[in-house]
């Protein structure tokens, strides 16, 4: 038994009996922190133990009765551990990683960790990895296994999401402090970030603010000069930096009184291998009762045990022609790095691996769409001479192209997976109806999904009145299903469906909701994609054998984005808008300029057009967004624009009241309509030729732009104000670019650099936002590793070759943790 041990579980014994009071000791449990590490260290107990013990113990005093009853407890059981480990430790730990290792043995004994301090767990940790390869098995064993982590830091540690070995592996850090650059201390500057080895003069520790804290003040010398460093409320320091301790300090040049000092830099004594100070430090993100020294104590001992294990899933043949680091120097170095190059180095390796499995993942997607087999949906030429012939205006080029890549797809045999972007007007409606079209055509019957009754209405006027005239389907075909459709008539649509009696149907969620079959579904169109999700996609899909998909979104999808996070599915842009469109005049305003736009909203209405104001979500809070909104409206109704009508628009209306507001507003008895972001506003109003944003700079470019779409309809002279919260000049300077370009892709991109891929995942968002270090802005990164993913799957589609094994297992992983979010 070990006295220092024993000394310590008395007094958490006598703590436990008083009720956790912090009366066990005299002036509380903080007070023996110092003193009992220093018992501790001289008999060999492993400084992990210690900083346990300092990291539980520090901040006792504050902490309420539950917290210092599971503080003790994990004390305790670290304490355990060491008692029985407690020979071998007391031999170990004084040996640390500073001579020459004898073996394999000792170097697992002496880890960075210092010693074995539960010997009986760690054992397994030990030899797991040498069972014959069975790495994986290793990686998976839990976080106690590890020297010096019991059941109370396991438990902190699964706050962070850490549970195995490997998460830990994996826990990359937050940042760096780079203290590589070693100086001399009268060479150091104000304000740098430095490491300083020197010796310890002096210290001492004194009360100030009235005793309630404590100032730890420190002299180090170097030869060159002294420096004065400074640590609050750390008294056990003193004990541990006693003068003529060489020490290593890390942290920012700091002034005082016109001295140069350092205030609570990272330290270390300087015949330990340096984890804290004097190279570039790495920094995890942290939890209570987790201390940045104590963690990175844990990473490093199983980093340096198990990183060179982890199977690397890149052939050698492409990491070396591509020049990335093997995975386990990649993995040693992100948290270890020697220097900012190798960092780099090791960051790229990994990004590379992330973004090659999200890419084979996606592929491979693909390639299981491709391999299913569905009824081709043929048209012949006379049938798409009739139906353009038909239509009110002649395609644009784009829309052209479109209608050929449909047709193509429903022809193949194979189910079509088509995207159709288009920025809003770009007409993507007529391509839905041509493809709904097509398949009715060919005998099967077709659906289209959209968010919003209004949508839904909207669509079945545009595809009635496109596909009656030159396709001559009577109205009655054509139906819509929404959840206020009528009971009566609910029935009647489905068994018309069922029948194959309707042969189009276009509706909102109910579609999927009601328990509706149809006779033979050949296409699904859904409108809007980052409004439903996978499973809903999945759930129309289910409604057919197999059935054609068609995905329209008037978001425009940056590049990179379409080849990652869409790239399961074939791609369609309308990059092209029909002509006579008008460009839409967009202004940024102060906010005290709001009474002028009021005015230039007033002088439309005059001219007999129409106006949207949109407001914000406020905090994200439907409730309160709606408040607003029913506020303004009062006041802009009663205030601002008294002799015309002011509708109202937001979240918290039953649907049939935000369907009669809409049709009040196109049949042009509402002059205004006021609305909130989270109302669909797709709908067409040609006679509205004002959009006023309110609180603009809450909303990305894209959405702007999307707002701004819905004006610019019809035949005349239209515009965009925008007014920001604030004229904070900086902020607003994004906004600027509405003003200066029309191009929905310019301002993806845009959107994309200043507020990352977020605003165009939408459903897909799980998967994909969870990348650890590849970045969906990469366009460089994205290709490389696209092009390697082809070349892949051509080579060896279902990677079986042994070289591919350990990439197969890996792309194994990769999925199920992401399951669903790829499709
Ligand atoms: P979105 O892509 O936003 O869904 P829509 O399909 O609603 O766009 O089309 C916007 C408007 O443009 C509609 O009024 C539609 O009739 C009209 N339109 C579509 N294609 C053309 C074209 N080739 N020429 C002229 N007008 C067109
Ligand atoms: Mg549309």
Known sequence: MNSAVDKLVKVLNLEADRGYDNRAVLGGLEKMIGPWQEEARSLGLPSVLLDTVESLLHEYASMPPAARKEAVRGIRSNLEGASRGGGPAATSGVAPASGPEPDAESEQASADLDAEVDEGSSSAAVSTPDVAGSKPQALRAPLTTVPGIGPKSASTLAKLGLRTLEDLLWYLPRRYDDYSQLKTIHRLWYGEDVTVIGTVESIDVRPIRGGQMKLIECVVSDGTGSLR???????????????????????????????????????????????????????????????????????DSVVGRLAQRVPDPLPEAMRSELGLLPLGEALQQVHFPDSQDRLHAAQARLAFDEMLMLQLAVMRQKQDWATLATDPLPVDDTWVAGFTAALPYALTE???????????????????????????????????????????????????????????DQHLASIRALLAQGNGLPEQSIRMLIGATPAAEKDEIRRGLQSGEIRIVVGTHALLEEPVAFARLGLAVIDEQHRFGVEQRAALRAKGANPHLLIMTAT??????????????????????????????????????????????????????QAFIIYPLVEGSEKIESKAAVDEHHRLQQDVFPSYRVGLLHGRLRPDEKDETMAQFRRGELHVLVSTSVVEVGVDIPNATVMLIEGANRFGLAQLHQF????????????????????????????????????????????????????????????????????????????????????LIEQDPELTRPEHAALARALQDFASARKGEIS
Request: contains cysteine; aromatic residues 6%; charged residues 25%.
């Open 229 to 299: 460093v400074t640590w609050f409320n750390q008294p056990w320091l003193v004990n541990q930096l006693r003068p003529g301790t060489a020490v290593a300090l890390s942290g920012r040049v700091d002034q005082y009184l016109g001295r140069l000092t350092m205030n609570a830099p990272e330290w270390e004594p300087l015949e330990r291998q340096q984890l804290h100070t004097n190279r570039i430090v790495p920094v995890y993100g942290l939890t209570a009762g987790v201390t940045a020294r104590w963690l990175r104590r844990v990473v």
């Open 398 to 456: 784009a829309q052209r192209q479109a209608f050929a890549d449909v047709r193509h797809d429903l022809a193949s045999g194979r189910p079509m997976n088509r995207l159709l972007q288009g920025d809003v007007g770009s007409g993507k409606t007529v391509i839905a109806a041509a493809a709904m079209g097509m398949a009715v055509a060919a005998g099967a019957q077709a659906a289209l999904l959209a968010p919003t009754s209004i949508l839904a």
């Open 556 to 609: 425009p999808i940056p590049r990179s984005l379409a080849l990652t996070v869409f790239g399961d599915l074939n791609l369609t842009v309308l990059d092209e808008m029909p002509p006579g469109r008008q460009a839409i005049e967009t202004r940024l305003l102060r906010p005290a300029e709001r009474s002028r736009a009021y005015r230039f909203v007033a002088s439309q209405l005059e001219a007999g057009h």
């Open 708 to 791: 701004r779409g819905r004006v610019g309809r019809g035949p005349h002279a239209s515009y965009c104000l925008l007014i920001p919260d604030s004229d904070d000049e900086q902020e607003n300077a994004r906004l600027q670019a509405l003003e200066s370009t029309n191009d929905g892709f310019r301002l993806a991109e845009m959107d994309l650099e200043q507020r990352g891929p977020g605003d165009f995942l939408g459903t897909r968002q799980a998967g994909f936002a969870e990348l650890r270090l590849a970045r969906l802005t990469d366009i460089h990164l994205i290709e490389k590793a696209r092009r390697e993913a082809g070349r």
